[in-house]
């Protein structure tokens, strides 16, 4: 329909997130900030970024799911241009493109009811998280963080911690691996501070339409907050802690990332992200290996690296969650026997 001749495009929202709409509301401020074969994204205003996608596994609160059967790079939209909300729709470029959202339905988030009881026990979690990490090595491209992860996991974190780093070595993984184990010391030592030191080196690091580092770090705030809510609870000082650390890496983003590092990091201090990198994190901690390995390949199929560099973050988090939860299981034990 639309392109070379100058022809108009019209599609229909199937659901709008419940954030979305809120922005959509109340700013008229609206461009296009990119197009990509996947999704568009519009900017609002200076603060807020909403994602067109044409599939329920990226839907985000954030995001608008289209009904499409093409590339978005297809339909002869391009950055920059401005964006118009006219009776419930949203008009591109004096009328190239126009999305319906008079029939679309408000999406929010699925609802996870999680607590100690109903996640699995540390071997099931281990093997889940073990799961993961195979699917992360698939990943073709090293360009990212996955050679990080295999570094830790061949070397162990102890020799690798001590053994001297080679002053040429310029990979990604190499130039972040002091602040990512610095970053993850922080956390373990409750020092915010330290967090937020190292934090300040890894946001905006990396390569891809996210930088890597910020894809790393939503992934790490999103297990934290969604595992260590049901590990520990809802008003666990342990909680307060990672949402604490993901708010302010939150607002640390500003004016040290792009537009899109910052907006994953914003929606990750709130606990959202795509909804298959949320299923992902619920399904380690609750879920068959088949379900695991599933949604691994799915989330790996974000962007070039995002994908891997999201799930590296997650196995980061689970992991450091998993030797929390293996130091309260041994407490437990020790309490049994004391007592009888």
Not at 143 to 162: I, Y
Not at 228 to 236: D, E, T, V
Not at 239 to 264: C, Q
Request: hydrophobic share 40%; with cysteine; charged share 25%.
């Amino acid at each position: 329909m639309c392109g070379k001749r100058g022809l108009k495009e019209l599609l229909k929202a199937k659901a709008i997130g419940y954030r979305a709409l809120n922005v959509i509301r109340r700013t008229k401020l609206v461009k296009v900030m990119g197009v990509f074969d996947k999704s568009i994204y519009l900017g609002f205003g200076r603060r807020y970024l909403v994602s067109m996608v044409e599939n329920m596994d990226y839907m985000t609160p954030y995001s608008i799911l289209l009904e499409v059967d093409k590339s978005f790079k297809s339909l002869g939209v391009r950055s920059d241009t401005s964006v118009e909300l006219k009776s419930s729709a949203l008009v591109f470029d004096a009328g190239t493109l126009t999305v319906g959202l008079e029939k679309a339905s408000i999406w929010t988030p699925p609802s996870y009811s999680l607590s100690r009881k109903s996640i699995k026990g540390v071997s099931q979690i281990g093997l889940n998280l073990r799961i993961l990490r195979d699917a992360i090595y698939t990943c073709p491209s090293r360009e990212g963080l996955v050679p990080l992860l295999e570094e830790v996991e061949k070397k162990g974190p102890l020799k690798l911690f001590l053994e001297d780093r080679d002053a040429t070595e310029s990979t990604l993984s190499h130039r972040a691996r002091p602040a990512v184990e610095a970053f993850m010391w922080g956390l373990f030592c409750g020092s915010t501070s330290l967090v937020l030191d190292k934090a300040s080196v890894l946001i905006g690091l990396g390569p891809g339409l996210t930088p890597s580092c910020d894809d790393f770090l939503a992934g790490l705030m999103l297990s934290l907050l969604i595992g260590g809510k049901a590990i520990f609870g809802r008003k666990s000082t342990e909680l307060s802690f990672y949402g604490k650390v993901a708010t302010l890496v939150s607002r640390l983003a500003r004016g040290k990332t792009n537009v899109y590092g910052e907006s994953l990091l914003i929606q990750a201090k709130s606990g959202e992200g795509p909804k298959v990198v949320i299923d992902l994190i619920h399904s380690i901690l609750t879920g068959k290996p088949s379900e695991v390995a599933s949604l691994s390949r799915s989330v790996l199929n974000i962007g070039e690296t995002s994908g891997a560099d999201i799930a590296t973050g997650i196995f980061y988090g689970i992991r450091f969650l998993l030797s929390k939860l293996e130091h309260l299981e041994v407490q437990r034990i020790d309490e049994f026997y004391r007592e009888t």
